[in-house]
């Protein structure tokens, strides 16, 4: 009874005050967020040469300078359409992309109608941010009229945003209401500190991207609509938590500092660190045994925090950044270019595919593809324990390229079953090993031996030799080829056999 | 595989009765055993505990006049077994005479002679045809007295055995509800043994699994010599031959079947004599088919290598294949392959482990596996999937015995930080690499050394942990967590 009465309680509070404040803030804020409509129509990894049902989503996007709007990456991949509307207009304007950053979610829009921006005002977000305080959450409900909840930062840590591979800041986000994720703008005062990109409503918590991360983004240029301006250290660490660790690594009690761990290929560590190399001091910070530094106002955070968010501190892309090492027990202080995630050292894609439809062959009923998280994703949300179990190593263990090499991995998707593949019908999620028995690096490789020599009709130059992992050899005709395509195409309705 | 379980099953009586068939019954029931199993099993994740004692119920049948034959999965892990005949008053005590958990067949003796006053002994048949009818006999649930029911042999074939979950043989179909109790009772064709009840598939109605009398022959002929030894393996991949583009490729003549090898495996009967790419054409004389099957009996196609599992150790296999170019027969003696041993389930014996500082390790089995899935580590544990599951394909087991792997820890101040390397497999300890348990326990008994220094499997950096330490903190482990290391 009592608790029943606390709860009653407790909602008539909260529904009076946020009464009362919505109306101020929604007066304010309503001409600086715009209802944004988007059509996404995402590629179909396991039926590549068609793509999956279009889907369209809402957002909240943020009004920039100059006429543009802010909307994460993630809303907007694939998209075939994407409108926009403001609170005092019923009617939707379509808007372009001109930037789209999958490292930061964050994306920008242009809308070519000239009045849409009359009566929009800019936001401006804060430069510093106090991440113990209480919010305003707005966000937009299905007809477009702001809401006000109520909410709290209560951090800041390091994660990889939805869709990047450089980890960056996020504000942690505690509120009792329902929020959706997709771009509710975070005020403190009235003043912009984040935009949320995350809400799990059973945990009544979220995610934010801090305003110093948006502030790096929309200070560039939007020359090129892809690339980002957020730098990647290049490594990883493993922390020197015990002092049993420490001794063995020639490191006395009383210092601190994190060992190298991997280092990416390409990344800016490439060249510049080793591995078991101990990192002491990280643009000048202080490193403590977990690989963290003392933020001057945001306290404890990862060292990658100075790499990728460090302007504050003078480091950005393509600065340098000095780190006092520990190698062969001697000390050292290098100084590192700091440069983007290096995608070429991607072996198996797993954040994003960079825009990009997956390439695939269709070359006598095989179904070539390159492996990405994305085509072991297509088993469901239960697909670690459906999918193949060497695959599952190999993204777990081995989804970035080792030194010197660019490759990924070229696969049997499925197979269309025809008379001139007989024998193969049932495989599927088959590696290709080598190829005339070289090893197999690129489906675009595969695709040039297969062409290579198409027109011979006799001899052994007509065969081109398949090895598969479980150790199977399939042979594809080249002479042949041309027909049993042309048939297969055919039959299962296929309008192209190849998308590159 | 995972689809069958182990069950016993029941046929109900739904036919009438001749008097001839009522005589017969008489003596068929005076053969049929029923069995209690008192049985204590251990806990693969804390291997150093056991669950508790458990009683269930089996059927058996009794075979050279003082032997009693049943399932291994009825008496697996039993500290105690009961028998008893119908109209008997009293249980009697047995003992285990063998027991073949690759085949799931047991073979026991009760203790007191005075079992088998007015006893029948049964005699084991053939394989029955297709669409004939068995009896079967035993004693399931949903009640204590003897239950008989009647099938038709629906299919035969090869398949997985439940009991160890890897090793597969023929196994003979048939349709009948099945209940659990009925595990290794007797199907009885023309007053003939013609299979042992023991399991069904849990998916579909009325499939039910006999082991055929090939199966229980083997095990009869195997023991003779006073102990189990278990079933050869041929150790091979293959590859079907339908494909005409490959035929070509690889000219084969027109006229040859059979099947391509693609991988031959480490420790199998074929490892030395046959190669990757060799086209088997023919088994002892038998033709075998583009789809790898040969004829067995009028009824059915079946799997070549049913041809090797009938083999004993040391018997010859003679395949006739065709290799670059030329047609040649091959001969070797068909061996068993140790390398499998790790992928069964184990029974009657405890699972090997070792803790240090509080990180328990064992080697990679299929009860641990299971045990952890159990307990929905799915994140984050593919290396040990992996290796598990492809360890002979890949020819990971080239290079390492047995792998060990650090399932799990007892937290204690020492192991705090150890958690990143738990799941995954031991490589090396101070550089020297792990062949198996008991050498990793070996290596770390050294005195000559003040780090343990272990390098997991792909991962580069190791957990390094002080002797002095480890000493302390296995005497506060043992103490509190009530485990040691035997």
Same mark, same amino acid.
């Given at each position: ?10 909602f008539f ?14 007066d ?14 995402s ?7 068609q ?15 100059n ?19 403001k ?14 950053d ?15 921006? !009359? ?20 966000q ?16 800041i ?9 450089t980890e =960056? ?14 771009g ?9 500190v984040g ?6 409503a ?7 991207i ?14 090129k ?7 990647f !250290? ?19 009690? !009383? ?41 001057p106002?945001y ?5 990658s ?5 460090g ?14 090492i ?6 050292e ?20 595919n960079?825009g ?18 994305f ?20 993204n ?23 008379d ?18 070289k090893?197999?690096k690129?489906?675009?490789? =595969? ?11 006799s001899?052994?130059?007509?065969? =081109?030799?398949?090895?598969t ?28 056999? !190849?998308?590159? | 595989?995972?689809y ?11 036919v ?5 068939q009522?005589?017969?019954f ?12 008192y ?78 006053e ?49 090793d597969s ?29 023991f ?18 022959k083997?095990?009869l ?35 040859l ?8 495996l ?14 088997l ?10 789809n790898?099957?040969?004829v067995?009996?009028?009824?059915a ?19 006739r294949?065709?290799r ?18 790790y ?15 509080g ?15 159990k ?7 593919s ?61 770390v ?21 002080k ?20």
């Open positions: 009874m009592n608790s029943k009465l606390l709860i009653t309680f407790i509070a909260s529904a009076y005050s946020s009464l009362f404040s919505l109306e101020t803030i929604e304010k804020f309503k001409n600086t967020v715009v209802q944004v409509k988007i059509t996404t129509q590629p179909n990894f396991l039926f590549p040469w793509p999956k049902k279009p889907q369209t989503s809402g957002a909240v996007g943020v009004v920039l300078a006429k543009r709007i802010l909307v994460f990456t993630s809303l907007i991949d694939y998209y075939t359409s994407i409108e926009v509307k609170f005092s207009s019923y009617t939707s304007v379509p808007a372009t992309v001109i930037k789209m999958y490292e930061s979610n964050l994306s920008v829009l242009e809308v070519s109608d000239p009045d849409f921006f !009359k009566d929009l005002v800019p936001i401006q977000f804060e430069t510093k941010i106090e991440p113990f305080k209480p919010v305003s959450i707005l937009l409900d299905n007809s477009g009229s702001i809401q006000n909840s109520k909410g709290r930062l209560t951090g840590d390091m994660e990889n945003y939805p869709m990047g591979y =960056l800041p996020y504000l942690h986000v505690n509120s009792n209401e329902k929020l959706d994720g997709n509710e703008l975070i005020l403190d005062n009235d003043k912009a935009v949320l990109y995350r809400f799990t059973s945990k009544n918590s979220g995610k934010a801090p305003s110093f991360v948006i502030n790096t983004f929309i200070k560039q240029k939007f020359e609509t892809k690339g980002t301006v957020f730098p !250290k290049g490594f990883r660490f493993r922390p020197i938590p015990d002092e049993t660790t420490k001794e063995y690594f020639g490191l006395d009690k !009383k210092t601190d500092g994190v060992l190298v761990a991997e280092v990416i290929p390409y990344s800016s560590a490439d060249k510049y660190l080793q591995l078991n190399d101990i990192i002491l001091e990280y643009g000048g910070m202080k490193i403590d045994s977990q690989g963290y530094f003392k933020h106002v306290g404890k955070q990862y060292i925090f100075l790499a990728h968010s302007e504050e501190f003078g480091f950005k892309m393509g600065s340098k950044i000095p780190v006092k520990l190698r062969n027990k001697k000390e202080t290098i100084s590192i270019p700091l440069r983007a995630f290096p995608y070429k050292s991607v072996k198996i894609p797993y954040m994003n960079e990009k439809e997956p390439e695939y062959l269709i070359k006598g009923g095989f179904i070539f593809a390159e492996l990405s998280e085509l072991m994703k297509e088993f469901g949300t239960s697909w670690r324990s459906r999918i193949d179990k060497k695959l599952l190593y190999l777990d263990y081995y989804r970035m390229n080792k030194k010197g090499d660019t490759g990924r991995y070229v696969l049997i998707v499925q197979v269309l079953p025809d001139s593949n007989n024998g193969y019908h049932s495989l599927s999620f088959e590696i290709i090993k080598t190829i005339n028995g090893p197999l690129s489906i675009r490789e =595969l695709d040039a031996a297969i062409n290579e020599g198409s027109s011979l009709e001899g052994e130059g007509k065969f =081109l030799s398949l090895q992992e479980n150790g199977s050899e399939i042979v594809l005709d080249k002479s042949t080829l041309k027909e049993i395509d042309a048939k297969i195409q055919k039959k299962f309705g296929i309008e192209r056999l !190849k998308n590159f | 595989m995972k069958i379980l182990t069950f016993l099953f029941l046929f109900l009586p739904i009438s009765v001749l008097s001839e009522i005589s017969d008489d003596k068929v029931r005076k053969g049929v055993v029923q069995i209690r199993t049985s204590q099993g251990l806990d693969a994740f804390s291997p150093w505990l056991t669950t508790g004692v458990r009683a269930s119920g089996g059927t058996g049948f009794i075979i050279d006049k003082n032997k009693i034959m049943t399932n291994a999965h009825v008496i697996s892990n039993a500290k105690y077994i009961q028998v008893q005949r119908y109209n008997q008053t009293t249980w009697y005590e047995v003992e285990i005479l063998f027991v073949a958990h690759d085949c799931d067949l047991a073979l026991l003796k009760a203790k007191d002679e005075s079992f088998y007015d006893s029948t002994s049964f005699e084991l048949g053939a394989i029955p045809d297709l669409n004939s009818s068995i009896t079967v006999v035993g004693y399931p649930i949903g009640g204590d007295k003897i239950s008989v029911s009647r099938g038709i042999v629906s299919r035969k074939e090869q398949s997985t055995y439940a009991h160890s979950e890897v043989h023929l196994v003979i179909q048939v349709d009948a509800a099945i209940n659990p109790g009925n595990s290794g009772g007797p199907a009885i064709q023309d007053n003939k043994v013609v299979g042992v009840a399991q069904v598939a849990s998916r579909g109605e009325n499939i039910g699994y006999l082991i055929p009398t090939t199966v229980i083997y095990f002929k195997d023991i003779e010599d006073g102990k189990y030894d278990g079933y050869v393996e041929l150790g091979v991949r293959t590859l079907n031959s339908f494909n005409n583009t490959l035929r070509e490729f690889r000219k084969i003549p027109k006229d079947n059979g099947v391509f090898v693609t991988k031959v480490k420790g199998g009967s074929a490892e030395g004599f046959l190669k990757k790419n060799d086209l054409l023919e088994i002892d004389g038998l033709p075998i088919g583009r790898g099957t040969i067995l009996d009028k009824d196609r079946i799997d070549f290598v049913e041809i090797v599992d009938n083999k004993h150790s040391g018997e010859q296999i003679s395949f294949i065709f670059d170019g030329q047609l040649i027969t091959v001969n070797f003696p068909a061996k068993r392959m140790d390398e499998f041993t992928m069964r389930h184990k029974y009657d014996e405890p699972f090997d482990y070792f803790v240090l500082g990180l328990v390790f064992q080697p990679i089995s299929r009860d641990l596996l299971q045990e952890w899935n307990n929905n580590e799915t994140q984050g544990g290396q040990f999937l992996y290796r598990f599951f492809y360890f002979i394909d890949d020819d990971l087991c080239k290079d390492v015995e047995s792998d060990v792997i650090l399932y799990r820890k007892l937290a204690h101040p020492i192991n705090t930080n150890s958690d990143y390397f738990l799941n995954m497999v031991v490589e090396s300890v101070n550089d020297i690499k792990i062949q198996n348990i008991k050498h990793f326990k070996e290596i008994a050294k005195k000559d050394y003040s780090f343990v220094k272990i390098k997991f499997r792909d991962i580069d950096v190791p957990l390094i942990l002797k002095e330490d480890i000493e302390k903190a296995d005497k506060e482990v043992q103490t509190i967590y009530k485990v040691g290391n035997k």
